[in-house]
């Protein structure tokens, strides 16, 4: 018998392009997901809302993990056993590991204080500001602007970054960057949700291979937590300097054109 495999990606430069949001390029990828009946889990930066529609722009159904791995959102009956979880809603299971999102305002507030020039949040920004820095639609912007467990945020001084950091700590927070933001958020990050969505697979199938695919610092965690992580190369070809495992695997390509053909040749080895 195969294991099973599960796939975690990130969505921004890595299944989708940096600067168009086109999926394109990752669609025989996609399919062949699909024709194995592999489960694709969205693991993004992105708010629920956001994440909700991409997974309807693909044909997704499958759990999936928002804001750094603030929350997992497991739909309801996708497994026939029960497992810990925080709350649930009409639609999900949510295990919730981030701090609420009023709380991460409030320590970002007195950072701004510190530094009142050199940090703006999302919460500062109208969604057309958001959606201009995004390069989204006003609609768009307003769904990333539904935060629940992590604040994007701008840094003028990128010098300031320890500084910050110092304060952040003082309220249990820290401080990563992603692909176009700095972010403040708890002790949550990708890999401890990975981590969970994947154990709690375990008990459907104890034979499990996890792939995961990610571009920047904020993707190391998730990438640290499986058995074939995949760096996917930046808009300017270049690898994130700051992500070096030993059982790294280069994408030889930009973007969802890197993302497309690292996932099949793993297919082609795993299936």
């Known amino acids: 018998m195969?294991?099973?495999?599960?796939?975690?990606?990130?969505?921004?430069?890595?299944?989708?392009?940096?600067?168009?949001?086109?999926?394109?390029?990752?669609?025989?990828?996609?399919?062949?997901?699909?024709?194995?009946?592999i489960p694709l889990i969205i693991c993004s930066s992105k708010t629920r809302a956001e994440i909700e529609k991409f997974r309807l722009q693909i044909g997704n159904t499958r759990p999936f993990i928002s804001e750094n791995g603030g929350a997992v959102f497991i739909p309801l009956d996708y497994f026939s056993y029960e497992f810990p979880y925080s709350r649930k809603d009409f639609t999900y299971m949510i295990?919730?590991?981030?701090?609420?999102?009023?709380?991460?305002?409030?320590?970002?507030?007195?950072?701004?204080?510190?530094?009142?020039?050199?940090?703006?949040?999302?919460?500062?920004?109208?969604?057309?500001?958001?959606?201009?820095?995004?390069?989204?639609?006003?609609?768009?912007?307003?769904?990333?602007?539904?935060?629940?467990?992590?604040?994007p945020f701008i840094l003028e001084d990128k010098k300031l970054v320890d500084e910050i950091q110092e304060i952040a700590s003082e309220?249990?927070?820290?401080?990563?960057?992603?692909?176009?933001?700095?972010?403040?958020?708890?002790?949550?990050?990708?890999?401890?949700?990975?981590?969970?969505?994947?154990?709690i697979s375990r008990r459907a199938s104890d034979r499990i291979t996890t792939i995961a695919l990610g571009d920047s610092q904020v993707d190391l965690s998730m990438l640290q937590a499986v058995d074939y992580p995949v760096l996917v190369k930046k808009p300017d070809g270049s690898y994130d300097p700051n992500i070096t495992l030993e059982n790294l695997?280069?994408?030889?390509?930009?973007?969802?054109?890197?993302?497309?053909?690292?996932?099949?040749?793993?297919?082609?080895?795993?299936?």
């Open 95 to 151: 295990i919730e590991f981030g701090i609420p999102y009023h709380k991460i305002r409030t320590a970002l507030q007195k950072i701004q204080d510190r530094f009142p020039d050199s940090v703006k949040g999302f919460g500062d920004l109208s969604a057309q500001e958001v959606a201009n820095l995004c390069g989204l639609s006003p609609d768009e912007g307003f769904l990333a602007k539904e935060r629940e467990y992590d604040e």
């Open 2 to 37: 195969k294991d099973q495999i599960l796939v975690f990606s990130d969505i921004d430069g890595t299944l989708s392009d940096f600067n168009t949001y086109s999926i394109e390029p990752a669609l025989p990828a996609l399919d062949a997901l699909k024709k194995n009946d």
């Open 171 to 199: 309220d249990n927070l820290q401080v990563i960057q992603g692909g176009r933001f700095f972010h403040l958020m708890g002790g949550n990050d990708k890999g401890k949700a990975v981590t969970y969505l994947t154990d």
């Open 249 to 271: 695997i280069l994408s030889p390509g930009i973007g969802p054109e890197g993302w497309n053909l690292s996932i099949l040749e793993l297919l082609d080895k795993l299936t």
